[in-house]
């Protein structure tokens, strides 16, 4: 396809949940796409290797040079490399320093040695913080709880920096919570927690239940970075942009997952938790910019799940730590 407007697509940390969609979603529109990842969560597009459009480096951000050479010929970078989902981080808080901010600069520089066009940072909804408010856009202060949600917020204000002094057209996206099936699945996001205790256990724990949280399905999120490599400079330049679209409380989300598996045997059991973020975010800004509209619901992301467990695509759910951030960063002992 000859209409793109950056056809040379890096994509840093593209090997993870949501990389695992979008990568594919990429090819088949005609990028070409070189993903630079630790591949952490294993060899997630063996399927793919015979595809000429798609390069891939195992390599970690942290490795400057590396980072730099797999730039070049790029056009437009995505930045999803990331120690991701906040309790990840209990692990060693060095690691997730290491990797979450002092890395950005090596990313930073590769973009700017190698002239990239156009920018696309991950950040994510959760910088927020807890908000009593309902609707928080944009434009609202952040009060991060965590290091995840901190050095997110500390990036975005060295790429808006950036952007100040160089030529490059950034954009930061701050996703909510992504649900729905994907090869590289995540089952440690709070959509993707209840469906797989239901399915397993026929029991959701509810921990918490009163804290909101805005979602966005996987393949949602995907045609909003494609719609961000896309968009005109003008009206993604410097900006940010929220991207969610349902926000409900854990107990309803909950309520949500057993309706849609149709059993009315599954219990809900509420449990305390000490995981009380909580925030509403309003995403009008990337509807009346973008023309960004979400298709798919929260219901949509449950289906898929319960379509891909039924397959017996999703292995010991439960424990296995494919799936489980955490418990995958354990068993690789990355340092
Ligand atoms: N999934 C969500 O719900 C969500 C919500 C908001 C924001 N985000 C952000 O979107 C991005 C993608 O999220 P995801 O769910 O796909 O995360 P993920 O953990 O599935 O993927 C991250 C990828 O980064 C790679 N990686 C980690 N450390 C690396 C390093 N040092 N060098 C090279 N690669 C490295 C991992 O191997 C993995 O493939 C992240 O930045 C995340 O913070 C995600």
Redesign the pocket.
């Known amino acids: 396809m000859s209409n793109l407007k950056f056809k040379n697509v890096l994509i840093?940390?593209?090997?993870?949940?949501?990389?695992s969609a979008l990568v594919p979603s990429m090819l088949k529109k005609g990028y070409n796409v070189t993903v630079?990842?630790?591949?952490?969560?294993g060899d997630v597009f063996s399927n793919l290797e015979d595809i000429p459009n798609l390069t891939q480096v195992k390599?970690?951000?942290?490795n400057r040079e590396k980072l730099i050479e797999a730039s070049k010929d790029i056009d437009a970078i995505v930045h999803?490399?990331?120690?991701?989902?906040d309790p990840s981080y209990e692990l060693d808080p060095a690691l997730g320093k290491s990797?979450n901010y002092d890395?950005f600069f090596n990313v930073l520089e590769a973009a700017e040695k190698n002239n990239i066009k156009r920018f696309i940072y991950?950040?994510?909804?959760?910088i927020y913080g807890i908000k009593e408010e309902r609707d928080i856009r944009e434009d609202a202060s952040c009060e991060p709880l965590t290091d995840?949600s901190k050095y997110?917020l500390e990036c975005e204000k060295e790429l808006l920096e950036f952007g100040k002094v160089h030529e490059m057209e950034h954009v930061i996206v701050r996703?909510?919570?992504?649900c729905g099936y994907t090869p590289?699945l995540?089952l440690d996001?709070v959509v993707n927690i209840l469906t797989i205790n239901a399915l397993v256990n026929r029991k959701i724990k509810i921990f918490g239940g009163n804290q909101l949280r805005p979602n966005i399905h996987i393949k949602d999120i995907v045609r909003v970075y494609e719609l961000l490599l896309s968009a005109p400079k003008e009206k993604i330049n410097g900006q940010i942009f929220n991207a969610g679209y349902q926000n409900y409380s854990v107990e309803e989300l909950a309520k949500k997952v057993k309706s849609v598996i149709g059993d009315p045997k599954i219990e809900l059991e509420s449990v305390p938790s000490d995981d009380i973020r909580s925030y509403h975010i309003n995403s009008d800004k990337i509807r009346d910019v973008l023309g960004f509209e979400p298709r798919y619901t929260i219901e949509d992301a449950v289906r898929s799940l319960v379509d891909a467990y039924g397959k017996g695509l999703i292995e010991d759910g439960l424990k296995n730590p494919l799936y489980y951030?955490i418990k995958m960063m354990q068993k690789v002992n990355l340092r």
């Open positions: 840093i940390g593209g090997a993870g949940y949501v990389g630079y990842d630790l591949y952490l969560y390599a970690d951000i942290r999803l490399a990331c120690i991701s989902n990797i890395a991950a950040s994510s909804s959760s995840y997110k996703p909510a919570t992504v590289r995540r996001l951030n």
